[in-house]
T-cell receptor, first 115, second 114 residues
Framework: DTGVSQDPRHKITKRGQNVTFRCDPI?????LYWYRQTLGQGPEFLTY????????KSRLLSDRFSAERPKGSFSTLEIQRTEQGDSAMYLC?????????????FGSGTRLTVV | AQSVTQLGSHVSVSEGALVLLRCNYS??????LFWYVQYPNQGLQLLLK??????LVKGINGFEAEFKKSETSFHLTKPSAHMSDAAEYFC????????????FGTGTRLTVIP
């Protein structure tokens, strides 16, 4: 297992289209996180799963965003009716247990450009 | 609520010089503190973390940070900069109560001058 994988690495889409990103965490990690990073900013928390349960969602996660983690393995993040403001790097991270014990392992991210 | 402030969005040092990247935190509960590094078009890599054990934390690539509660600081240092240290560095905080989301600073871009 080589780490957290994200697909695609880059996505260009027209405004109004739907997009879906995939994250494959480290296999033994039960926690999975999604963050968004806009240009010149630090990552901002979007949502978090423990196994298949989505336990926390940020106010940044509008109703156009939905995340799933079926069977507690990979996760998908879907953005419906994309807007130019959705252009950002979407980062996935996973951890085995509590943040304080292990910290996160981040993937390389999916860069979304909405034109 | 937790937050971090990184002083200096850009820092330039000469190769071989001391690296000092500043981070001040705000937290209503005992914090966990982290430093991450990000290379262009890459995800974030954990450099080091403070989780209420030793206040001087050693990380990878020769970096270390000291937790100073009285100053609410967690500055990142490296005695001698290397060209490969050029990257974006992010300080982050979480509380120790079991919350799982990190609050990141806006980052400091480190340039190393040959």
């Amino acid at each position: 297992d080589t780490g957290v994988s994200q697909d695609p690495r880059h996505k260009i889409t027209k405004r109004g289209q739907n997009v879906t990103f995939r994250c494959d965490p480290i296999s033994e990690h039960n926690r999975l996180y999604w963050y968004r990073q806009t240009l010149g900013q630090g990552p901002e928390f979007l949502t978090y799963f423990q196994n298949e349960a989505q336990l926390e969602k940020s106010r940044l996660l509008s109703d156009r965003f939905s995340a799933e983690r079926p069977k507690g393995s990979f996760s998908t993040l879907e953005i419906q009716r994309t807007e130019q403001g959705d252009s950002a790097m979407y980062l996935c991270a996973s951890s085995l247990e509590t943040l304080g014990n292990y910290g996160y392992t981040f993937g390389s991210g999916t860069r979304l450009t909405v034109v | 609520a937790q937050s971090v402030t990184q002083l200096g969005s850009h820092v330039s040092v000469s190769e071989g010089a001391l690296v000092l990247l500043r981070c001040n935190y705000s937290s209503s509960v005992p914090p966990y503190l982290f430093w991450y590094v990000q290379y262009p078009n890459q995800g974030l890599q954990l450099l080091l973390k403070y989780t209420s054990a030793a206040t001087l934390v050693k990380g990878i690539n020769g970096f270390e940070a000291e937790f100073k509660k009285s100053e609410t600081s967690f500055h990142l240092t490296k005695p001698s900069a290397h060209m490969s240290d050029a990257a974006e560095y992010f300080c982050a905080v979480s509380d120790s109560s079991g919350a799982n989301n990190l609050f990141f600073g806006t980052g400091t871009r480190l340039t190393v001058i040959p």
